[in-house]
Each structure stands twice: as C-alpha cells, then as structure tokens.
C-alpha cells in the first residue's frame, strides 16, 4: 500500500480474525520502493485498489509465485487484466469490508 492508504482493511480483516502485514512499498507516482522484508516477500495476496496500483505492481514486484490477485472494482480489474495479471477476486461492492468478505469467501 501507500503510505496515504487507509488502515480499515487491516482493521477489518483484524476484526474478522485475520492478519496482515503492512508494506508501504507504493506511491500514486513513480517510486523506487525499499527492500522488501523477508517475512512478506512471499504474500499469498496482492490487493490492488486503482489502477496505478496495477502499475506500481506491475513495475517493482511482479511476478510473485503463486500470488493470488484481489481488485477493489471493475475498473482496476480490467487494468490488471490488460496487464496480463490474472485476478482471483473482485467484491461485488467496492470497499474496505467487501475486499476482505470476497477473499474470504474466496478460501472457504
């Protein structure tokens, strides 16, 4: 995420029983991100929330092996699409509570 990202998505996933790692390795512009630590250099997910997340992405961290792809919309699923990433989740409804209930439902 970017370091102006929201924490309701850990927050959620928290309340939910679940746990993330916080990696603010992504800027809404041209970064150069740090080394990534080695507890979360191989996440089982990327979540993508807009298209210049696909890019970002699609720039410093791609591929990963065996990553699964969420998109927060339509819009940034299509832009992950068109960047030849295969995405394994959309939630019906755009949103923090949404995200996490799709990836969820996703792995049971």
């Not at 959620?12 to 916080?22: F, N, Q, Y």
């Not at 809404?28 to 992405?57: F, H, Q």
């Not at 791609?62 to 699964?68: G, L, S």
Request: net charge negative.
């Amino acid at each position: 995420c970017s370091k102006h990202a929201h924490p309701t998505f850990a927050e959620t996933l928290a309340e939910l029983g679940g746990k993330s790692i916080r990696l603010e390795i992504y800027e809404p512009r041209p970064c150069k991100p740090g080394p990534i630590p080695v507890e979360v250099s191989r996440p089982s997910w990327v979540l993508l929330t807009s298209p210049s997340a696909v890019s970002g992405y699609i720039e410093h961290l791609h591929p990963i092996e065996n990553i699964k792809v969420a998109c927060m919309g339509l819009t940034t699923q299509a832009a992950a699409q068109a960047a030849g990433l295969t995405v394994d989740v959309v939630p019906t409804q755009p949103g923090t509570e949404e995200m996490v209930r799709a990836i969820i439902d996703y792995k049971i």
